[in-house]
């Protein structure tokens, strides 16, 4: 079987980072949502004044559903933050609010990285969807155009990931010093919201390392049918 050919193997290492990635954003957000801010408004207050600063009348901001469902909608300019991070006064709702607002504050000058995202998008979504079912395809019927093809799809979906990477690196820094500057978070504070960001990155990078991994697989398994 194709998921269990000797490349496997060379996954263990990114989905144990995977695995470590999510034990650690979960663990981080749930030790500092634990953590109520000096600031004591909620998120959704962070983020509506954030907004109001930068200009950004125009965006909205929401109550998601879903824990850490928290997310800028560049099609409707919403910033949707979930129930803990838009009713919250915590390190970790501050936090993830700012970043979702920075987010917004890309969308508006046109930050290049974004711009980019959005552009290939749909691809990446063809990608994910037809990639495998094409390699294989063409790996059990020794049709090489479709191995080639759903490297080539597959190939839009890692660009996608590693473009994400700057994208959420950004909005992160922007957050930390939106928040430090603007007083929402004390010097002792900052820290902690630091860890909350950097936490939240660290699945960004694993996810990327999966779908690096991933392609490499494509690209050995195609080539052993040559």
Do not use: C
């Not at 979960?26 to 801010?37: A, D, G, H, I, L």
């Not at 469902?69 to 300019?77: A, I, L, Q």
């Not at 495998?132 to 839009?156: D, K």
């Amino acid at each position: 079987m194709f998921y269990f050919d000797p490349t496997f193997v060379l996954l263990i290492p990114v989905m144990i980072l995977a695995l470590y990635a999510q034990f650690r954003v979960r663990r981080t957000y749930e030790k500092f949502s634990k953590v109520q801010s000096s600031w004591g408004r909620r998120g959704a207050n962070v983020a509506h004044d954030i907004l109001g600063h930068n200009q950004l009348h125009n965006v909205s901001i929401e109550q998601g559903e879903g824990k850490l469902s928290d997310h800028y909608d560049p099609r409707t300019k919403k910033v949707v933050l979930s129930p803990e991070n838009y009713n919250g006064h915590s390190i970790a709702a501050l936090s993830v609010a700012a970043h979702e607002v920075g987010h917004a504050i890309q969308h508006k000058i046109g930050y290049a990285p974004l711009q980019l995202r959005h552009s290939i998008l749909p691809v990446a979504n063809i990608g994910s969807t037809l990639a495998f079912p094409l390699f294989l395809i063409g790996l059990f019927m020794s049709i090489g155009p479709l191995m080639q093809a759903g490297v080539i799809l597959f190939s839009g979906v890692v660009l996608f990931q590693l473009i994400t990477l700057p994208v959420e690196f950004d909005a992160s820094s922007r957050a930390i010093r939106i928040l430090q500057s603007g007083g929402y978070l004390t010097p002792q504070e900052v820290p902690l919201a630091r860890k909350v960001l950097n936490a939240a990155a660290l699945t960004y990078v694993a996810a990327t390392a999966v779908a690096l991994v991933h392609l490499l697989r494509l690209i050995i398994l195609s080539g052993s049918r040559d």
